[in-house]
């Protein structure tokens, strides 16, 4: 067997001038590595969209509105609160409840644990020594949050007990 090796004096293709075409992956990825970066040490900090900055409401009322019931009877009302944030919680949650003229077993209230979402604070029962309609409130100026949270805006509601 004979093996002929051919050399050939001239190049058979011309050699490939790369240039910068195939850097430029390289150079969006060294561009987009900080942000890439900065997004997964705080994801919560960084956001591609925009969204108007809604003020937080925290709400607390009384369950049932409306009571019809006749005198020396006991009316039992839920206390109830609710904060809808997705970002902080109610530290600790301390109010008083107006009795309207009614005979109540507690006016103070408080809920130690935090919270998001809907929780029940308690049970108030009321008592009407005679006929009338009464209304058992919480004052809005009674609701302290300690720690105090900044921007929360206190709704509360009130219950109507008509005794007959």
Known sequence: MDYHFVHSSRPTSKPRKYGILPFIPLFVLAAALPFLLVFAMSPST???TTQADEQSELRVWLEPSRVIT????DVELVVKASFDS???LIPTLNFNVDPGGLIADTQLFTYPKPFRGEVTVGKVTVKAPRSGTYTVSIPDTSVVIAPAVLDIN???GSSEILVK
Request: charged share 15%; no cysteine.
């Open 46 to 48: 960084l956001r591609f």
């Open 70 to 73: 006749s005198s020396n009877k």
């Open 86 to 88: 997705s970002s902080a």
């Open 154 to 156: 206190i709704l509360t």
